[in-house]
């Protein structure tokens, strides 16, 4: 459970930067990211919810619908994660 509440504390970080970071001015096209955590947010507040203040049952029944999709937030995380550091790398060449 530990995991599970770790990856999705992780994504909702990144979320609320990606909130501030990319958004866009007035008339201005949205950037990507900025869709993804608007899209987002509020199911990842609603899973962290479940995972901290559910009961057992509610818990269980999470992670036998949601593990994978936990699964898939950790590699979207360690996607974004791996693209930044690339791009460090290059301007720092």
């Known amino acids: ?3 599970a ?5 992780r994504y909702l970080k990144w979320i609320q930067f ?3 970071y990319y ?5 201005e096209e949205w950037h990507e990211l ?3 955590a ?3 947010e509020r199911k990842i507040n609603d899973y962290l919810d479940v995972l901290m203040f559910g009961t057992g049952e ?4 999470f ?7 936990v699964e898939r937030i950790e590699e979207r995380i360690n996607e974004y994660q791996r693209e930044v550091l690339d791009g460090i790398r290059r301007y720092c060449e």
Do not use: C
């Open 18 to 20: 990606w909130k501030e």
């Open 1 to 3: 459970m530990q995991y």
């Open 34 to 36: 900025f869709e993804e």
């Open 5 to 9: 509440i770790d990856v999705l504390t």
């Open 58 to 61: 509610e818990i269980i029944e």
């Open 63 to 69: 992670f036998k619908r949601k593990r994978k999709e």
């Open 23 to 27: 958004k866009p001015e007035p008339e």
């Open 38 to 40: 608007l899209a987002n």
